[in-house]
Structures are given as structure tokens and as C-alpha cells.
């Protein structure tokens, strides 16, 4: 999972913790967050996980360039990779990782998983519109 | 004062502690230009815990404009190895670069900046003779920045206002922007600093909350997208209110956290409008006894001022964005409000004065 966030961006704070008990439940399966902050500065991003530590990666992406690569034009946003690394799901808004049609969802990318055909779709907490995969 | 004046004064005072609130209700915001007030900003920047490298960016008053901003004399003295004064290309943005030699024991700077400053009101029912733009100038106050692009949701969201309002010429457009900020944006206590004025991201989100860099960001990205001209004005509080506004004053001569970012609109036959919905929002939030709602006398007064007005007890930075900060390899910023520093090649938090360390005292000088 790759999710794009920011310090100052409240829903980005809620799911960050989400993110963090998903990590937890799901810490014997072959999934991996990466999370990448943007634009911030270093000490900020550094300050903020020392009040709530996770136990993922934190990356920085300083000028944006990697948020612009993935076409991110709101925070938060997640893409969730196949074991191939293509996109599988891409949820614009923030989420909770932990409610179980979501788990079902993420559970079905997994390598053993037969491979799906049809464009995943899962709804937001702030934006119920849905999302479907790029 | 004479004795009958002394009487006079004191019926008054007696008569106005002992009006009903109804009377109170009948809020007074009304900014007009009038005399020039001059004020002293000093900025005193020390590097906590100095290690390697370490360099300083302090913003500096450079907009000036004959009706309401004067930038004057700027001082400082401190143990810097360099310190020079340094405009930006685009913007005319001004900073102090400032540089230490490397392991300095106390690297410390103090900025006295002398401004004038003064109430603005434009009457917008009697249109005057005022030069255009230049083709440069509306070019550049119609162009998307990095926050705030003017096409895809921008321009969407933007068209569809104007089409509502039925605002066919710049002024209606101006307008129905303006009050359509006031109405669907909030004043979020919690945003950090004064935002970042992400504002594609904002409206995508449906999050409209924020402060000063989101919601008047959001006005003047709107205001281009909808082909009028507008720009952002960054810049500090230093006064308090002489309209007994609360939340739209400095509450002391310390003014470390009083950054505030207003906004302009250029109108034919008015030139630059002042234009503040974020205040408006922080009227509603934080002035006592707080949590005001939008038919509130105070909110209504503020409302009504802030498209063509704003008080001088407040001084300009600049009106830059996408800022890049001479002498180091720092992406660039989305707007200069606040000090900057690097130490031992990282920039330091500069919504984290205590720690930082900065300072920022104003105080109104006595006129020469």
C-alpha cells in the first residue's frame, strides 16, 4: 500500500492510526505500508510520529514529485498494489482500514488469491462516492 | 478638557455601560482610510541546538503601495557571517538571507523593520479612473501556482458559482465568489499555522476547513480561474482592533503567532480590492463569546466590510508563491510568511517557534 498523506491534514491524522491497527491485524500476511508525506518539512513529519509512532516507513517527498508520478491530487490517497506492484485499488479520502468488507477486499490481492478481473470498488468515510481502481 | 466636557464624556461612559445588548448588537466594522500608523516589527531569530550549516530566510514588509503600505527603514545586528538582503525575481518578495559560519556557538539575528500602515475602503458603488494591469501583471495574477491550479476542479467548482450567482461582469464575480467562501469554507482551530493552501486538494476532499492560507487561497483560485485577477497578501497582525474586534487584532505586542494572509482582487475602475472571507469565518469562531452564528451582528458588520475593505492594523509581507529560498537545496515554498532556517542542511519547523527559535514584538511608533 502506498498512502500519500500530510501532517496538517486532519483525516490524514485518523487514518494514519487506522493504518497503524491494520499493520497490527494483519502483521502475518504479505502486505506492506508504505506511507510518503508531502511536501513537508523533515522535522515536522519527525515530531509528529514521535507523539504517534507506527511501524511502517515513513517517506518524504519533499517537492512533490513523486505525488505528481502517481497523479495524487488530494490527500489522503492510497493505492494498493498487487504482489505485481500494478495499482489494484485506489481510494481518494481517508478510510478505515479495519472495517471488514475493506479486510475482504485488501485480502482478495493477495498472492494466493485468484487474480480479479473486474474493477475493485470500495467507499470512503468523507467521500461515499466510489472509487474504482485506475 | 474643560469642565463641561468632562461631564459630557462621563454621561456618555454612564449611559453606554447601561444600554441593553440589543443596542451593543449593532456591530461596527468600518475601516476608512485615515492616518498613517507607523510600526516597529522586530524579528529575533535564534538557531536552537546550532549545528553545521546554518542559514536564516526572514521575510521582510515589501509590498508597497501609495493608499495603505509603506515599507521603511530595515536594521538588524546579531553574529551572522553574511546577511544580505535579497528580492525575489517574480514577486518582488523581500527576505534576509542570512548565513552563519559553520558550528557557531549562538547563531542569533535581530530584524527591525520600520512599516506605515493604514485602514483600506474602497467605494465600489463610484468606479474612478484607475490604470489597468499590465499584460504582465494580469498574466501573473491569473496563472495557477503548485497549490493553486485554475483548471480541473478549480475552474469547475469556479464556473459553477459564477453560473449560479448569474454573475456576468468581474465585480459580480468577485462577489459571488467572495460569498460563497464566506458560507461553505469553516475556520478549523486546528489547522496548524495558518494552512498550507492546498486548495485542488481541499475542494476534491469536499473539506472546506482551514485558515487564512486555505480560505483566501481558495478565493483567489477561484477569482482566477474565473478570468479576474486576484492575488494572495501575506502578511502579520500588529495591531488590535480599533473596531473592538477581538479575533481581528493582535492581542499583544507579542506577535510570534499573529501570521495572517489576506487577499486582493482586481476590479476595472477599482484597482486592487481588499477582500478577506477567512475573516469572516474567524469572526464567527473566535470572536467572544464565540461560535458566532452567520446572522450574528459582529459576523454581518464583518461580512459586509471585507469585500472592499480591511483595517491597517495589520503589515504586508508580500504576495509571493512557489518561493525558492536562495542558497539552498530546499524544494520551494508555497508562500514566505514565516522565518526560515536551516541547520545542518534541514529546515527547521517555523510553525514551531518555540523550538525553532524565533520571535516576532510589534509595536506602533510615535509618529516623527
Known sequence: MLHFFATWCEPCVREIASLQRLTDTARDKPLKVVAIDVAEVDLRVRAFFEKLPVNFPVLLDRDRAVTKAWQVSALPSTYVLAPDLTPRLFIEGDLDWTRPDVLTTIEALYPKAAPRTEPVTIQTINNPREETTP | ??????????????????LPTAVWAQAVFAPKPGAWRNVDLVTKLEIARPEGKMQAWIPLPSVSETEWSRPGETKWTGNA????????????????????????????????????????????????????????????????????????????????????????????KARAIYEWVVENTVRTAATRGCGTGDVASMLKSGNLGGKCADLNALYVGLARAAGVPARDVYGLRVLPSQFGYKSLGAGSANVTRAQHCRAEVFLDGFGWVPVDPADVRKVML???????????????????????????????????????????????????????????????????????????????????
Open chain 2, 1 to 18: 478638557m474643560n469642565r463641561r466636557e468632562f461631564i459630557q464624556g462621563s454621561t456618555a461612559l454612564s449611559l453606554a455601560a447601561t
Open chain 2, 81 to 172: 557571517a553574511k546577511v544580505e538582503r535579497v528580492r525575489d525575481p517574480k514577486y518582488g518578495a523581500e527576505m534576509l538571507h542570512v548565513i552563519w559560519k559553520d558550528d557557531e556557538f549562538m547563531p542569533v539575528i535581530e530584524v527591525t523593520s520600520r512599516v506605515a500602515t493604514r485602514d483600506r475602503a474602497i467605494d465600489l458603488g463610484k468606479p474612478g479612473t484607475v490604470a489597468p494591469l499590465s499584460e504582465a501583471e494580469r498574466r501573473l495574477n491569473l496563472e495557477g501556482t503548485d497549490l493553486i491550479p485554475v483548471d480541473g476542479i478549480v475552474k469547475q467548482t469556479s464556473d459553477k458559482i459564477v453560473t449560479d450567482a448569474k454573475a456576468t461582469t468581474d465585480i459580480e
Open chain 2, 286 to 368: 473566535e470572536e467572544p463569546p464565540a461560535n458566532l452564528p452567520i446572522t450574528d451582528a459582529k459576523v454581518v458588520a464583518a461580512r459586509k466590510a471585507l469585500f472592499g475593505a480591511w483595517e491597517g492594523n495589520w503589515i504586508a509581507y508580500n504576495t509571493a508563491h512557489d518561493l525558492a529560498l536562495p542558497g539552498t537545496r530546499h524544494p520551494k515554498l508555497g508562500f514566505l510568511m514565516y522565518p526560515q532556517a536551516e541547520r545542518a542542511s534541514l529546515l527547521l519547523d517555523c510553525l514551531d517557534p518555540d523550538n525553532f527559535r524565533y520571535a516576532l514584538m510589534a509595536k506602533e511608533a510615535t509618529p516623527a
